[in-house]
């Protein structure tokens, strides 16, 4: 792999998550709709997108393996649905001022991944992945003993994520034509909500160009950190794409306290820190095991 590739991987993996960081501000413009038909719009947008990257990349035939694939469609099904309920759930916490809480949850999300693939693919946690693991449970666990309750927006959002990923690891498919099966899946329900249920904002003909300009972004605002983040994976190692996933969080952060203004009291921010600490330990540990591996290369 020549430098020019992995400094193109570099640059298009800082896009990826700072475009999902930065994607709060977007839904903060539909503000007036609800949470359902901004997923409706997501969900019909996103579909068209793909279907013309899928077409111009000539990706057809994975398409059509994968629905040739009961199994395959099966497990695309129940990807698309908790995909679609982690975007639903993303995109009211935004609206509804718990940013911060979202901004918890892909924190944790990563320190999640390394718990699912030790219980369902048998992978051997290093002792440093273990005490990363601990301390963020502690940081949660300090959460619930201030506020008596889960910080449930946080761990369903990791946790529904990290079930997601888990699935589409396991699956024989790639990411964009993954993707493309589990909208156009979702697309009956989007179609039939926008008939039956939807409220006059939907209806495009009601509205003004800009507005219907902002509903149309909700495809590009879904895949176009997508295509960054397939073609960096492309161009550089995954472990080392592993460090930038905190781009995302961490501009989600600084964008709920210091532009939308949500409280960050003492307790929120000694489990930040708890979970911040075990990111450092976790990324610190995933150097130096990928230091070791090219010194064995």
Partial sequence: ??????????????????????????????????????????????????????LVLRQNQKVLNAFKNPKVLGTLLVSGLLLAGNWLLFIWAVNNDHLLDASLGYYINPLLNVFLGRIFLGEKLRRLQQVAVIMAVIGVSILVISFGKLPWIALVLAGSFGVYGLLRKKVAVESIPGLYVESLMMLPFALAFWWLMASPASNMLNN????????????IVTTAPLICFTAAARRIQYSTLGFFQYIGPSIMFLLAVFLYGEPLDEDRLITFGFVWSALILFSFDSWRAYQQRTVKV
């Fill in 1 to 54: 792999m020549t430098k020019d590739q992995t400094k193109a991987g570099v640059l298009l993996a800082i896009a990826a998550y700072s475009m999902w960081g930065f994607a709060p501000m977007y839904f903060k413009l539909l503000l007036d709709m609800p949470a359902l038909e901004i997923l409706q719009h997501r969900i019909v947008w996103s579909v068209l997108i793909l279907m013309l990257l899928i």
């Fill in 208 to 219: 003004s160009i800009d507005s219907n300009l902002i509903l149309i972004a909700a495809g």
